[in-house]
């Protein structure tokens, strides 16, 4: 919930009822066919999320355009988040994220060999990206786009928090809902993220008879796994550091808008946890990098590091700023997601089956 809620309540659940009457204005004119939803020649795959931030859009894109990657030609097309261009950028490995976005750049670093781009216009995004006949893409993934219908997919992947059922939160900005719980009937996937694991059988029950699915909606649990801390700074840092081990004095900088399960996981190696938390996708300043040398350089102990999140590693190491950190030990940590409940290869089939049936004819986009 926001910060000042204690304080403002009032006037944020006002301003929430009148962004709940213009968004649900807004949907009801997409219902009536007065605002126009666009079908695409290729496959369309919608990830995006019902609540503001922090539900893992990125790790599960990425893990659809791995599965996809392989047998087919596929770009992935994003808003590109507080970026500071306009129109259509394709992302290059090398590009900048204060052209690009920050996820969007690790997407691409992540899958060099895929089309990346974004356009805060996802039909004037996908019409340049179909139209360019050499790169003959096949698929086309769009990350965060649940609630940009002018697109009408063929998936729609809905994104729910564990931690943040729908059904006791409220609309912006009182809460967190961007939209009405009930326009989950959009979505033909639902998943439920960041599970603490493989919850009882009857827990399991009661969610799933909570969300009220519908005879066309599937329904996946996933949870988020941590991968090895990787050096930011490679070429200043030769030392050997051991994260089974060894504990270390933790310095967490993280602009990211969840960083709780971050937290939890740096405690099985961290001595203490210093944390200095930013808001979601910022833009590091120089004032910032003073203060994060400064506040490494005063934890005492000499066994002390620091750690950020991938993309937050982007902002970092790009800034015109990164030399004033980068002869400290500095880490950041990949993340990837797992399904539970052995359900990784039924929706690897869903999500194949429906590209191989819907790819266009390749004579016309070789």
């Not at 090398?94 to 060099?112: A, H, M, R, V, W």
């Amino acid at each position: 919930m926001p910060v000042n809620k204690k304080n403002f309540g009032l006037m944020l659940f006002i301003l929430s009822v009148f962004y709940r009457i213009i968004v649900g204005i807004r949907n009801t004119l997409f219902e009536i066919n007065i605002l126009p939803s666009r079908e695409f020649s290729v496959p369309i795959i919608s990830v995006g999320n019902i609540t503001v931030g922090g539900t893992g859009k990125t790790p599960h894109t990425e893990y659809i355009a791995n599965i996809l990657k392989d047998e087919f030609k596929i770009a992935v097309l994003s808003r590109g988040y507080k970026r500071k261009t306009k129109g259509f950028v394709e992302v290059l490995t090398d590009s900048k994220p204060i052209n690009t976005g920050d996820e969007p750049l690790q997407i691409k670093n992540n899958f060099p060999e895929i089309t990346v781009c974004v356009d805060e216009s996802r039909t004037d995004g996908i019409n340049k990206i179909v139209s360019n006949k050499l790169n003959g893409i096949q698929a086309v993934i769009l990350d965060d786009a649940f609630q940009h219908r002018y697109v009408k997919p063929g998936i729609s992947i809905l994104l729910i928090d564990y931690n943040k059922p729908l059904k006791d939160d409220h609309f912006l900005p009182y809460g967190n809902l961007r939209e009405k719980e009930s326009n989950k009937i959009r979505a033909n996937i639902i998943i439920i993220t960041k599970m603490p694991g493989e919850i009882k059988p009857i827990e399991r029950r009661i969610l799933e008879k909570d969300l009220q699915l519908l005879p066309y909606q599937n329904i996946y649990f996933t949870n988020i796994k941590y991968k090895n801390p990787i050096t930011i700074f490679p070429k200043t840092i030769a030392i050997n550091y051991s994260f089974t081990k060894c504990k270390y004095d933790v310095l967490l900088v993280t602009g990211i808008a969840n960083p709780t399960d971050l937290l939890n996981h740096i405690k099985k190696f961290a001595l203490s946890i210093t944390h200095l938390k930013y808001k979601d996708h910022y833009n590091f300043k120089e004032k910032d990098f003073k203060k994060i040398i400064d506040t490494f350089n005063s934890i005492k102990n000499t066994n002390k590091i620091l750690i950020t999140t991938e993309k937050d590693m982007y902002r970092l190491r790009d800034s015109q700023y990164s030399s004033l950190i980068e002869n400290i030990p500095a880490f950041y940590i990949p993340i990837e997601i797992d399904f539970l409940y052995n359900d990784k290869n039924r929706f690897n089939k869903q999500i194949i089956e429906y590209v191989r049936k819907n790819k266009p004819v390749s004579s016309i986009y070789s």
